[in-house]
């Protein structure tokens, strides 16, 4: 049971953490995680697979 607490209580403090900026942060919102929005890819010539159709 200790083990399964523990385990909740870090998930939990992980999500907290990962979105601090989106839950503190007033209009915070995460990332864009897509190809077309990362400059340093795009410098590099790196593009999203399916746009190359």
Known sequence: MKTLLLTCLIVALAVVLMGVKVLFVKGGKFPSGHV???EALRRRGIGC?????
Not at 49 to 53: E, G, Q, R, T, V
């Open 49 to 53: 697979s399916h746009s190359d159709d």
């Open 36 to 38: 077309h929005d990362n």
